[in-house]
């Protein structure tokens, strides 16, 4: 805090910025469950009615992963952040915008695979993978203003990290279209496959591409002596 | 903490209250996304059912912008004060009442718009237009309250700031009604864009209109070192 | 943490508690505007569904009040606590259990008026009176527990401090059975107003009876100097 | 700190997973108070609409002091975490994972026991049943990680304590499948009983098993002198 009195509506520390993302991200990945209903089937099939809910349990989980792992993401992309400036939120709302929508297409997709009709289910496929590619791509916008204000970040974060973030949530961008595109064109369940599979691929690359390799070596190796 | 014991309950730091207004914040903004539901539509309609709910689309999308620029505010302003009493406390809950409500004249506006009754809809963008008047009436007392009271800022901010930000606070109040006259005399789609634009002024005066010129100057200006 | 190993699972600062507590109060009042619904009216009734509404605005008012009410509490009960144990833990997830009740009375007594049937309307004005009630009950066995344990305090509020706030919690007990009383005997809309202006009362009291005549003299004094 | 730049994305301190953690909790307990809803009843009857929601009211109680009981077990494990790592962190989203599914089996269970077909309250119970013993298998692994990674510990708790808590957690999968076989073969309400005690019995031990002797003793003694 030491800038000119002008700092205090500006450049700012990031405590209440983490604060408040990681309660929305809290909030929604939560929200999720209130898609989980009870099946509306008469007197004696609940059972029954509970496992013809499959959809809804496949999309809460797919939902569900995207969100831990874009929690993590969030973490870790911090953990490098200095200071914010008022784009640095601006471009933190829109992750946090695109985040938020997610339990939108995930009734949805959830609600037409339940129902028999293949075109609805394909449209569900195509909504579902429109919202995921979006976040990918409010991300990628993330990484790009990092990449471009390096004055934002720690001292030792100030490497390439955040350029080579943005090929990650580029590839998401392209992967979670994919996923769209064949779910439409080829079969609604190939979509879900790959919206079940893409979280696993971002959460084992979570702490970022760059540091993939290395992080590998050191992820077991004995706690460093305090002090 | 260097006050009597008396103090244990009347003044006090204000990271509670910032804790518990962020997780507000991030509640309202979340819950906006139950109004997104699966539209009610026949077997293979599900296209034009999304489609057709662009209001709700809208709604949210004025809504979550306003809730961003009211914790943007809201940060903005805490980080000028060094203290709370309870009348702050007090004008702080009133903030957060008067956002906790946006919700409701959300779904009325989005459900209006989507019913093709044009009576209902100039009353869905009036009572719009009154919540949004109210939640800056409410910032108008809570830069009022600051105004008046010094003592509970920091020193470097015991300038003409809080008195100036109630220009900007009645602006709003101003501005929301007169979207609510406009889309209740003229046509309700003028409203409705006016809702959308409102955020976005206010974003780009978030940091203060008394600091807005100085803060453009200095956005993009390097890191100072550090110590 | 001067305490032995033994104290990692016993004493624990109450940091945790405060954050788990603020994040419950903050969902709390915000989960009462589900309650706040699009009226259910043919089209071009839209105001006269919102006017109609009426008994759900007050409930809100009411409840949204009582847990503003409730934070403040907390707020000033915790600002005297110097560490918490198992069974003050637990006397803090009672309060937060009644807290959390709050929403199901506020849509029962809100539903009950829009009704026209004057025995449910007294069954859903005793039923909020009850939930009310039970709310003091768990602050009085709260603070009943902190009069016992001055150990857990911090040395300043070792006074009778939580032995006066037990005659206010004690007064919260029998003006809401009062209130339940009344409005079940007479007419709910007695109920109804004595649950509107009880928050008023326990705001003004907030900061704790026994600092109430104290508390009037300081609160505009200057700030003191710091350092 | 002290490790070198891989470090930012590997290992560190745990205050976003506790806040992050402290968020879910608290939105799942109150989260539940939406499955209590003004029963459906003619005018008139809201009394005993109430009164014959009693299943909802039970399992709402049993959930509530189960999220409780989580909240408590999570605060004891991370009083004795120092660092964390990528699995510890999907250790925890497990753990979350399966407690954000609760208030799922809760609706069940507590629609099924208000209707009158026998076969879907068997079902409901064990449905319940299963999830509360996927998730003391959640905290079975999170437990066995630790155990198995003593260094991300702090140096205190290095002892037997995580090798210990895995029977506690067991001893829930055990219980809670037991819950669901009698319930589901012998009749619903035993399950439903036994959800409620369970709860009961971890909290008497939420400080450990290990420590559990130890921790009778000391709970009422005199705070040490501090400095």
């Known amino acids: 805090m030491s800038g000119p009195e002008t700092d ?10 983490v604060a408040f993302s990681d309660a929305i991200f809290a909030i929604i990945i939560t929200l999720l469950v209130l898609d989980l209903r009870v099946p509306d089937v008469p007197p004696g099939h609940l059972l029954s009615g509970l496992l013809s809910q499959w959809p809804a349990y496949v999309a809460y989980l797919a939902s569900y992963s995207y969100v831990a792992v874009v929690w993590l993401n969030h973490k870790a992309a911090f953990n490098r952040i200095q200071q914010s400036d008022r784009g640095l939120h601006w471009m933190n709302l829109l992750v946090l915008f695109t985040t938020a929508l997610l339990p939108f297409p995930t009734i ?3 609600h037409a695979l339940q129902e028999h009709d293949n075109a609805d289910q394909r449209v569900g496929i195509a909504f579902y993978a429109l919202i995921g590619a979006s976040l990918c791509a409010a991300w990628l916008a993330f990484y790009h203003y990092l990449a471009r204000h390096p004055d934002l970040l720690k001292e030792q974060a100030r490497d390439h990290f955040f350029h080579v973030e943005r090929l990650r949530a580029l590839a998401g961008v ?4 994919l996923a769209g595109v064949l779910g439409y064109l080829v079969t609604p369940l190939v ?9 696993a691929f971002y959460a084992v690359t979570s702490a970022g591409l760059y540091q993939f390799r290395a992080t590998r070596k050191i992820t077991n190796r004995p706690r460093p002596p305090r002090g």
Chains 1, 2, 3, 4 share one sequence.
Not at 9 to 17: C, I, L, N
Not at 191 to 199: D, E, R, Y
């Open 191 to 199: 979509g879900l496959v790959i919206f079940l599979l893409l979280p």
């Open 174 to 177: 392209v992967l979670y279209v």
């Open 8 to 17: 205090l509506g500006t450049r700012s520390d990031t405590s209440r910025a």
């Open 108 to 110: 949805v997709v959830s």
